[in-house]
């Protein structure tokens, strides 16, 4: 388990060991604009996998994918005209929005057959490695299932501390500012929901 302390001096350098990285189907731990994430690409089963192992999550379980841009929001997602001016007023930012899922021939793991959960996140390191690996990312909270998600380095790194599976890199900015995981809304019904707040 790699540990690589990031600050403005370096953070091209460690974004760019992080492509790499999950290139070789690795599973990194980065900060967000919520709490610390477990990020894979969502594209390769067996980082996916691997996400799942990390954090002790039922594989029928399935999770949030970080995504740049609406347009590859439309990759993967039914969106409407409603729906997009919605999106473009919340993202970037903490809201994940369950859509209608589009039969496409680009593979994605760990995800419902028919909606998937996307989000574009509001914070520069997660939004740079997106940026650059051009690819959908599986991007859950960095704790183990059941405990609780956190922003504070230490009490993440805690949870996978002398643990069977871990992460391959930890990009480490320190405590985060003060939040929750992302509020989650279901856009695939006529009346929006709100499943997480």
């Known amino acids: ?86 999106l473009k007023s919340v993202w970037p930012g903490k809201v994940t929005a369950i859509l209608k899922r589009k039969k496409t021939k680009i593979k994605i793991y760990g995800i419902n057959k028919d909606s998937i959960a996307l989000r574009i996140p509001n914070f520069k390191p997660i ?17 183990v299932s059941g405990k609780p998600a956190s922003g504070n380095f230490k009490k993440v790194m805690s949870q996978f501390k002398d643990k069977k599976f871990q992460p391959d890199l930890i990009i480490d900015a320190g405590n985060l500012k003060p939040g929750k995981p992302s509020t989650i809304l279901d856009l695939t019904i006529l009346l929006p929901k709100i499943l997480r707040q």
């Open 1 to 86: 388990m790699l540990i690589l302390k990031i600050n403005k001096r370096n953070f091209k350098k460690i974004i760019e060991t992080a492509v790499k990285l999950i290139k070789q189907e690795k599973v990194i731990i980065c900060p967000t604009d919520t709490v610390y994430g477990l990020v894979a690409d969502a594209g390769n089963k067996r980082s996916v996998e691997k996400v799942f192992l990390i954090k002790k999550r039922a594989i029928n379980n399935p999770a949030p994918i970080f995504i740049k841009d609406i347009k590859m929001a439309k990759k993967f997602a039914h969106i409407n005209k409603r729906q997009q001016e919605f």
């Open 127 to 143: 939004n740079f490695l997106l940026e650059k690996l051009h690819k959908p990312l599986i991007g859950t909270s960095a704790n």
